[in-house]
């Protein structure tokens, strides 16, 4: 170390050479190394997020092709002709509680206890437990909350859910 490199003041020497601690310096060139391996395996390695994404949309369109078409059944129209059962029938039932489980657990719950939409379990309802004002309900909607399934649902879907809900 040269005189030039120490400065004297009052008595004290100070060393005026300013390197950055060791361990600043390996990481610094660290870092450099870890970046240019990064860079050439991203670069070589063929990976991109659009093969990645297409992928994903093949596997996706693979398991939702195997789910039936809703529109490939045609719900059962009533007709004048036939009486009602005093009960519903077991397969009714069934598509009942489909339908529920498709277009209203989402917010009522899988219990129909209430979630995000009310609780249809109850006694009373704000517009009314009978059927006119549950089918008003669900064919068109109420308070921008509860969405209209009118264009969604045939009449014979909506009066099967209204059957339903008025059991729960």
């Known amino acids: 170390m040269s005189n030039s490199d120490q400065h004297h003041a009052d008595g004290i020497v100070e ?3 300013r390197r950055p601690p ?17 860079i050439a395996y991203y ?3 063929g990976w991109s997020s659009e093969s990645e994404f297409k992928e994903k949309m093949t596997a996706h369109q693979g398991q939702t092709a195997v789910l039936p078409d809703k529109t490939s059944v045609p719900a059962p129209v ?6 009602a059962p005093s009960s519903t029938p077991a397969m009714a039932v069934k598509d009942a509680k489909e339908l529920f489980a498709e277009n209203c657990a989402g917010c009522h719950g899988e219990d129909a206890k209430g979630g995000y939409g009310s609780d249809l379990t ?5 517009f009314g437990k009978n ?3 549950v089918r008003e309900s669900i064919a ?9 399934f009118a264009g969604k649902l045939s009449d014979a879907e909506i009066d099967t859910l ?3 809900i008025l059991e729960l």
Do not use: C, H
């Not at 009533?78 to 009486?83: D, E, I, L, N, Q």
């Not at 109850?122 to 704000?126: E, H, I, M, R, T």
């Not at 068109?140 to 209209?148: D, E, L, T, V």
């Open 22 to 38: 060791v361990y600043f310096t390996v990481l610094f060139y660290g870092l450099i190394v870890w970046g240019v391996i990064f």
């Open 78 to 83: 009533p007709t004048a002709t036939t009486s």
């Open 43 to 45: 670069l070589l390695s």
């Open 122 to 126: 109850k006694d009373k309802f704000v």
């Open 162 to 164: 209204v059957k339903l």
């Open 131 to 133: 059927a006119a004002a």
């Open 15 to 17: 060393n005026r050479e």
């Open 140 to 148: 068109a909607g109420r308070n921008q909350k509860m969405p209209a």
